[in-house]
């Protein structure tokens, strides 16, 4: 079954549950899952921290287990979809599954279509900003503890030339 399927399939059973429809992030994170990613791997692609990321999953899987009925980790979430998926075509509920493709029938009130995740800024260019002067900051800090710009550089796993660049930013 392809991702995007699986997705509508997650994204109904909450909606019908909650009355909400998945996040961009957790669209994201359920893909990266399932794409057996690390959560890091999830942050960096997206352009979000860890930290956020993590707190996000852990937050969803907590959700995803009210919704399925059943306890949902990392580990276990594709089984618990495919079981969920499989229960939905034995049990013949609004869903018309033809020779394992899905079409769904939307039992939502609202169309398919992602809630924002408002703890993220929308505009990309903030959102590298925000980084950006996070990192600026960080380097400031490592500076005031004694740190090298080159030991600063490998602690945050960043080129030294861009440690570097902070000065001149300044």
């Keep these: 079954m392809d991702s995007p399927q699986i997705l509508q399939f997650v994204d109904e059973a909450v909606c019908a549950t909650t009355g909400k429809h998945l996040n961009n992030l957790q669209r994201k994170i359920i893909t990266g899952i399932l794409n057996r990613k690390k959560y890091t791997d999830v942050a960096e692609t997206y352009g979000y921290s860890s930290q956020h990321v993590k707190k996000a999953s852990h937050e969803l899987l907590q ?15 594709e089984s618990v979809i495919e079981r969920q998926i499989n229960q939905n075509i034995n049990l013949g509920k609004n869903n018309n599954f033809q020779n394992n493709r899905i079409s769904y029938v939307n039992n ?63």
């Design 63 to 77: 959700m995803l287990s009210e919704v399925f009925g059943e306890p949902v980790k990392k580990s276990n979430l």
């Design 108 to 170: 939502c009130p609202n169309p398919s279509t992602s809630t924002p995740d408002e703890t993220q800024p929308e505009n990309p260019d903030l959102q590298e900003e925000t980084i950006n002067q996070t990192k600026i900051e960080t380097i400031d800090k490592l500076r005031q503890f004694g740190l090298s710009d080159e030991q600063i550089a490998e602690a945050l796993d960043i080129p030294l030339e861009q440690v570097k660049q902070v000065d001149l930013e300044e």
